[in-house]
């Protein structure tokens, strides 16, 4: 008989590579790894990659078990556990549901110190799920009047904004007002049309800069996206179910509501849209070239989850994206899922190249690389050391206008 079996020799890599992990800290920065992460933290992340090992998909097991923690340690270090685990298991770099749990239950602590628990997560950390969860927990519970929603409005209209205690890169920011537009949705207890007007009244700012977009995407998804049980409750009466449903809700508006309705209502064609040619057929809702720019970007932000985050099947990518019978698609298909992949987390810059070099194979490189050159001052902090090294991975034609200040390029 086998000294150890299956699970045991998988538990013994995994722990091997958390030791790695640990040494490489050591190597790196002559720090201990105790003095790093804590012994504690070590321990945890140990048991929760050993107990999640033989799940069927290890990253919803680290959503339900990693949440648990906050009962015995501080929010500070769980993010650090879950470090850790992302270290050991690349597809939890999404993990955009811990960010809500771990919001929300800090936000259970002080519900009225909500902008101050927005300050203590990393910057895009679990690709902006943190900074949505704590905002939706804020006011979820609350049936709104007119007068409540005038109330909170000024708190909307900063809370995204440069404050002594947090400053905002551009994707924060935005991902910021995303998250204002899933709140809308509780002060207009379920209007859309009103969420959408909280938006255009709180995301226009009066230097010019406009994230109504991002917001109105926020009050669409929230239809069509619920996570919690009072999502569910929320929409139960206005979400539609069926695709026609679907188009006969969003006929109901016009210009950025109705484009940002029908392209959020993605979920209900999401088998069709993962065949080949998927998402062409999906964003010929419209024949208006921006409308169908920012479809493809919503679509690929799940196709890319699905391929990358969740398989890393780079080849099925590479088919999907030319399975496009648009060059056009097939260059927005490559240039979405490669910034998509910064949006979730920075440690993917060296597979978004990949995945513009996949592109540069078929001579359809030149938007994703543009856009990844763009997506630097996007990203990060203008001169910071992280902005370097991200730029530093381009191709070197492309590296100054990544550098440039304002992110634009040549």
């Given at each position: 008989?086998?000294?150890?079996?299956?699970?045991?020799?998988k538990t013994l890599l995994y722990l091997i590579g958390l030791v790695i992990v640990f040494e490489g800290i050591y190597l790196l920065t002559g720090i201990s790894p105790a003095s790093v992460?804590?012994?504690?933290?070590?321990?945890?992340?140990?048991?929760?990659?050993?107990?999640?090992?033989?799940?069927?998909?290890?990253?919803?097991?680290?959503?339900?078990?990693?949440?648990?923690?906050?009962?015995?340690?501080?929010?500070?270090?769980?993010?650090?556990?879950?470090?850790?685990?992302?270290?050991?298991?690349?597809?939890?770099?999404?993990?955009?549901?811990?960010?809500?749990?771990?919001?929300?239950?800090?936000?259970?602590?002080?519900?009225?110190?909500?902008?101050?628990?927005?300050s203590k997560a990393p910057p895009t950390f679990c690709n902006n799920g943190f900074l949505h969860g704590a905002m939706i927990a804020r006011f979820n519970t609350d049936v709104f009047t007119?007068?409540?929603?005038?109330?909170?409005?000024?708190?909307?209209?900063?809370?995204?904004?440069?404050?002594?205690?947090?400053?905002?890169?551009?994707?924060?920011?935005?991902?910021?007002?995303?998250?204002?537009?899933?709140?809308?949705?509780?002060?207009?207890?379920?209007?859309?049309?009103?969420?959408?007007?909280?938006?255009?009244?709180?995301?226009?700012?009066?230097?010019?800069?406009?994230?109504?977009?991002?917001?109105?995407?926020?009050?669409?998804?929230?239809?069509?996206?619920?996570?919690?049980?009072?999502?569910?409750?929320?929409?139960?009466?206005?979400?539609?179910?069926?695709?026609?449903?679907?188009?006969?809700?969003?006929?109901?508006?016009?210009?950025?509501?109705?484009?940002?309705?029908?392209?959020?209502?993605?979920?209900?064609?999401?088998?069709?849209?993962?065949?080949?040619?998927?998402?062409?057929?999906?964003?010929?809702?419209?024949?208006?070239?921006?409308?169908?720019?920012?479809?493809?970007?919503?679509?690929?932000?799940?196709?890319?989850?699905?391929?990358?985050?969740?398989?890393?099947?780079?080849?099925?990518?590479?088919?999907?994206?030319?399975?496009?019978?648009?060059?056009?698609?097939?260059?927005?298909?490559?240039?979405?899922?490669?910034?998509?992949?910064?949006?979730?987390?920075?440690?993917?810059?060296?597979?978004?190249?990949?995945?513009?070099?996949?592109?540069?194979?078929?001579?359809?490189?030149?938007?994703?690389?543009?856009?990844?050159?763009?997506?630097?001052?996007?990203?990060?902090?203008?001169?910071?050391?992280?902005?370097?090294?991200?730029?530093?991975?381009?191709?070197?034609?492309?590296?100054?206008?990544?550098?440039?200040?304002?992110?634009?390029?040549?």
């Open positions: 008989m086998n000294k150890f079996d299956t699970k045991s020799i992460l804590g012994q504690s933290v070590q321990k945890e992340a140990g048991i929760i990659l050993e107990k999640c090992l033989e799940s069927p998909f290890p990253p919803s097991c680290y959503d339900e078990e990693i949440p648990k923690l906050m009962d015995k340690m501080s929010l500070e270090d769980v993010i650090e556990v879950t470090k850790v685990i992302q270290g050991q298991d690349r597809r939890y770099l999404y993990c955009h549901v811990l960010g809500h749990y771990l919001s929300e239950r800090e936000m259970k602590k002080d519900p009225t110190k909500w902008k101050e628990v927005l007119d007068e409540m929603v005038e109330e909170i409005k000024p708190d909307l209209m900063d809370v995204c904004e440069d404050r002594p205690d947090r400053s905002f890169v551009e994707v924060e920011r935005s991902m910021c007002y995303h998250a204002v537009g899933h709140l809308a949705m509780y002060a207009s207890n379920a209007d859309p049309a009103k969420a959408v007007e909280i938006c255009g009244e709180v995301s226009v700012k009066d230097d010019d800069r406009d994230y109504k977009q991002t917001c109105t995407e926020g009050v669409f998804m929230q239809i069509y996206q619920p996570l919690e049980p009072e999502d569910f409750a929320l929409i139960a009466d206005i979400a539609p179910t069926t695709q026609e449903e679907a188009r006969d809700l969003c006929s109901k508006y016009d210009g950025e509501a109705y484009d940002a309705c029908n392209r959020e209502a993605w979920p209900l064609w999401r088998a069709d849209i993962m065949k080949p040619g998927g998402v062409e057929r999906f964003c010929s809702y419209t024949d208006d070239d921006l409308a169908q720019r920012k479809c493809t970007g919503a679509v690929m932000n799940m196709v890319t989850a699905t391929y990358i985050s969740d398989n890393e099947d780079f080849v099925g990518l590479n088919e999907y994206c030319l399975s496009q019978s648009k060059e056009t698609y097939k260059r927005r298909c490559y240039a979405n899922s490669a910034t998509r992949l910064i949006q979730i987390d920075p440690r993917y810059t060296f597979d978004a190249v990949r995945i513009c070099k996949m592109a540069e194979e078929n001579g359809l490189e030149m938007e994703c690389y543009r856009d990844m050159s763009y997506y630097g001052a996007f990203s990060f902090v203008v001169g910071s050391k992280e902005i370097k090294q991200y730029c530093s991975a381009l191709p070197e034609e492309w590296r100054e206008s990544c550098l440039s200040e304002n992110g634009e390029w040549r």
